[in-house]
């Protein structure tokens, strides 16, 4: 009898080391890193390029050898543009997945929303353009684990108060915005300050609504405001499409400036046609005119991968990765915690959209680029310091 019972014995310790063996978990084998982005709703256009730059990211480390000896596994989940879809997939990509990092979201509301949870859970997320100077932060205290790769909104009013004294050489400024949105009254906040720090003077600051399409009683009053030599509008191209096209309408020449959301395949329609887009400049983090071999092999290999040009936000996203990359084998493990260690210690990472360091708010520290266009076409790229 003991016999029998110390034959069952092995063999039952036998089985539990089979099952043990069977049930290795995949993140044994592979890296997993969370994509928790826009792919459907409002914001797609900025999620899905770079949901497809992280593929093409993984894509290049896996075929070089992966990170630590390890492929790397992308988890993706759709934010749907929805604040609650973004905290439920951080979620389930921290408690569930087994994520070693998080690349989303791409817009700030919803990168805002889910950053409780990577604090909560201790696992890092990078965000490639939630821009809003808050998501990082409480006001007072920075996110142990949140991160971006852009630049914030108010660096973007400076850097353009500072091209347009500076690159420029204009010294009145009309500053248009609307007052239905905080990133639109930050920046014109933001501008006029620098501005008038430069030595500047703005002249008339008029506010509309997002609900707004007809601009002229706001430009009637701009005319009447006094001689002006370049407009800031703190806007996206939704809007600023249709002041520009109305305002080269009403007799404007002055040159318009804008920030990111400038950037849209829509806003020469917007602003009734290619010819009233001239002498009109913006920010940007990526700009397809660099020189830069690295940017302009991202640019060939992007264009094969996907089907079509990279934008900014399919460059932040590439970077994005490969600094999670740098990290991990900063890290010498895939540990989100001394991922995360690594991560914040990260400096003068060569990017596509600039070499990059975090400063003490985990915000990039690196140039902005001035896109000048003319007749709707890029023409010219400049790289501007804060």
């Not at 063996?21 to 969370?34: D, L, N, Q, V, W």
């Not at 999620?47 to 070089?64: D, S």
């Not at 300050?193 to 002229?216: P, R």
């Not at 397809?288 to 940017?295: F, G, N, Y």
């Amino acid at each position: 009898m003991k016999k029998i019972l110390v034959l069952l014995s092995v063999i039952a310790i036998s089985m539990l080391g089979l099952t043990a063996c069977a049930s290795t978990p995949a993140a044994e084998e592979t890296i997993k890193i969370g994509v928790n982005v826009e792919l459907t709703g409002e914001a797609a256009v900025y999620g899905t390029p770079e949901k497809t730059a992280a593929e093409m990211a993984v894509q290049e480390i896996n075929a070089a050898g992966g990170v630590l000896g390890k492929q790397i596994e992308l988890v993706i989940y759709d934010t749907k543009t929805d604040t609650a879809e973004s905290t439920s997939n951080a979620t389930k990509l921290m408690t569930e997945d087994g994520v070693v990092a998080v690349l989303g979201a791409a817009i700030s509301g919803t990168t805002m929303a889910a950053a409780p949870v990577a604090n909560q859970y201790e696992v890092p997320m990078i965000t490639p353009s939630g821009s809003n100077a808050r998501v990082t932060n409480d006001g007072t205290t920075v996110y142990p684990y949140v991160y971006r790769a852009c630049f914030i909104d108010p660096f973007q009013g400076v850097v353009l108060a500072n091209f347009a004294s500076n690159n420029l050489g204009t010294t009145k400024a009309v500053v248009l915005g609307s007052s239905s949105s905080d990133y639109a009254k930050d920046l014109a906040a933001i501008f006029s300050e620098q501005f008038a720090a430069n030595g500047g003077t703005v002249v008339a600051t008029e506010y509309y609504t997002d609900a707004d399409t007809d601009f002229s009683a706001v430009l009637t009053k701009v005319q009447a405001a006094g001689e002006f030599d370049v407009v800031f509008v703190a806007d996206y191209a939704v809007r600023a499409g249709l002041i520009i096209g109305q305002a080269r309408a009403a007799g404007v020449t002055a040159p318009f400036l804008g920030p990111d959301g400038f950037e849209s395949p829509d806003l020469n329609d917007l602003a009734g046609g290619a010819a009233n887009v001239s002498d009109v400049y913006f920010s940007t983090h990526f700009s397809s005119l660099s020189e830069d071999q690295k940017v302009q092999d991202f640019i060939t290999n992007y264009t094969t991968f996907a089907g079509e040009a990279p934008s900014a936000l399919s460059a932040l996203a590439y970077d994005a990765v490969y600094m999670l990359k740098a990290a991990i084998e900063a890290a010498g493990e895939a540990d989100p915690v001394k991922v995360n260690a690594a991560l914040e210690a990260l400096t003068a990472f060569p990017g596509i959209t600039g070499t990059i360091s975090f400063d003490e708010w985990h915000n990039p520290v690196k140039s902005a680029i001035v896109v000048q266009l003319t007749n709707g076409e890029q023409v010219a790229a400049t790289v501007v310091n804060p």
